[in-house]
């Protein structure tokens, strides 16, 4: 893991980075989840939720916004997507939420997060978001560390489908 945030390229991504964004979301939401989720449930929601259809589809919303993390090589190594809430709850009027973050593991821990983060907040703030919402696994206590470093505190959970499998997450707000 690189001990501090090597050059990077941070950026929005647009329709053309469908194929970069559903390989690294896929891979990286089968690192964060292998060790507990069945293997089935896991592929299928990779296959569906993070498959290139599913983002050219979120990339052409203009509710929707990317932001993409690369190499100067042009590899992608994170990435952040905002959106309209979809909760559990009702969320504050004019929220937004930060449906995904996440960075490569041999990448974590040097700054990717941050950079991500404070972008998704600068969007928010811009389009007069009250609060930024998000959900957070209930057993990744060290996402939860971290956007407890944002000023993100809990107010309610639901239930996570992968695959047909669920699972409980925690929802998190932040004032904005």
Known sequence: MPAALPETIL???????????ALLGAATFLTAFA??????????????????????DWLVKPDYAFWLIETPLGAPIGYAMLCLPELDIAPDAGALEL???YALPGWQ??????TLMEAVIEEARARGAPSLYLCV?????????????FGFEKVGQ??????NVPFTDWILRKPL
């Open 11 to 21: 950026r929005r991504a647009g329709p053309e980075d469908a194929p970069k964004l």
């Open 35 to 56: 060790s507990d989720h069945p293997g089935e449930a896991l592929v299928d929601h990779c296959t569906i939720e993070h498959g290139v259809a599913r983002y050219a």
């Open 99 to 101: 449906k995904r973050i």
């Open 109 to 114: 821990g040097a700054g990717l997060g941050q």
């Open 137 to 149: 696994y209930t057993v990744n206590v060290a996402a939860q560390r971290f956007y407890a470093r």
């Open 158 to 163: 639901q239930q996570f489908m992968t695959g």
